[in-house]
């Protein structure tokens, strides 16, 4: 089954107001789950901006049945055998819906606005790698366990309470690198999380994915497929082409990695790319306010594949 939910830029005016407007409505609304990004702030933009993690404890306590995470967390940001028994806990407190959403990070300035050290790329995705080994680890092995890697490292250590879900949340790496990221995924991810890229593109990345997986003794269905993208839903016509004028340059409506229209509109570019593989959409959703739409979408667009 094809599952379909949002994602929100946490750090794009996200308030406790607006995340529990929108987790009620993802609930109350039939949305597969709720993703969200984990950034300090836009930029050079002043807005309200959301920490990821404790809004997560928070809907791991105040939601039944959607999934939710990070898209993603950057390994930049926190030590990851920390990380790593945060999100322990908050799946055990969630009866196992939460998605450890991982990657390099690529916002060099909120990292010099807040005094977080921004390497060069090859050293994150060093960085990364042992993260990813140092994660693995601890959810999955039921002994203490050691690492020693260049920038991250485990001695004798054992993540207790052991997790109740076999193996903790699933993990899922977000990127659509295909010489590093890609095989990292084939390595370690149980989700494969693409941004921004279109239907054909998508099936390039996925056949060398599969590629990649069967050199790491895997098999295709070991890794779901997810898409975050952009969507911008109209009840009408006239009403999508309204919002269009109030970005412009922002939203091309013929953009193929983009989700733009009416309900039957949006219903057609998905199948799309379900065609081309994907197993999960993530609907980015910056009009945090708009509730009703959010209500819309969900009646027009969820019963054609949550089925």
């Known amino acids: 089954m094809t599952q379909i939910g949002l994602m929100l830029e946490g750090q794009a005016g996200l308030t406790w107001e607006r995340w529990q407007r929108i987790l009620k409505a993802a609930e109350d609304y039939g949305f597969q789950c709720v993703f969200r990004s984990d950034h300090y702030t836009t930029g050079d933009t002043k807005e309200e901006s959301l920490e990821a993690w404790v809004s997560l404890t928070y809907a791991a306590s105040h939601t039944s049945r959607i999934e939710f995470g990070t898209c993603v967390s950057?390994?930049?940001?926190?030590?990851?055998?920390?990380?790593?028994r945060m999100a322990a806990a908050i799946d055990d407190l969630s009866g196992g819906r939460l998605i450890l959403g991982l990657g390099v990070g690529w916002n060099e300035l909120e990292h010099k606005q807040f005094g977080v050290p921004f390497y060069d790329k090859a050293t994150r995705f060093e960085m990364f790698e042992d993260g990813l080994e140092v994660t693995t680890k601890l959810l999955k092995s039921d002994t203490p366990v050691s690492y020693s890697g260049k920038h991250f490292s485990l001695d004798d250590a054992l993540l207790l309470p052991r997790p109740q879900r076999p193996g903790g949340p699933r993990l899922m790496i977000g990127g659509n690198g295909p010489t590093k990221t890609l095989p990292l995924v084939a390595k370690y991810a149980d989700e494969w999380n693409a941004v921004f890229l279109h239907a054909s593109e998508l099936k390039e990345r996925e056949a060398l994915l599969d590629r990649l997986l069967a050199e790491n003794g895997r098999k295709p269905a070991d890794v779901k497929r997810s898409l975050m993208t952009?969507?911008?839903?109209?009840?009408?016509?006239?009403?999508?082409?309204?919002?269009?004028?109030?970005?412009?340059?922002?939203?091309?409506?013929?953009?193929?990695?983009?989700?733009?229209?009416?309900?039957?509109?949006?219903?057609?570019?998905?199948?799309?790319?379900v065609e081309a593989g994907v197993e999960r959409f993530m609907l980015q959703w910056l009009e945090l306010d708009d509730i009703d739409a959010i209500e819309s979408l969900a009646k027009e667009v969820l019963p054609h594949f949550h089925k």
């Open 230 to 273: 952009r969507v911008l839903y109209g009840k009408t016509d006239a009403e999508v082409q309204a919002k269009l004028e109030q970005s412009p340059g922002e939203h091309d409506p013929n953009n193929p990695q983009r989700i733009i229209g009416t309900g039957s509109a949006v219903v057609d570019q998905i199948g799309k790319f």
């Open 74 to 84: 950057p390994v930049t940001f926190r030590q990851p055998a920390m990380l790593t």
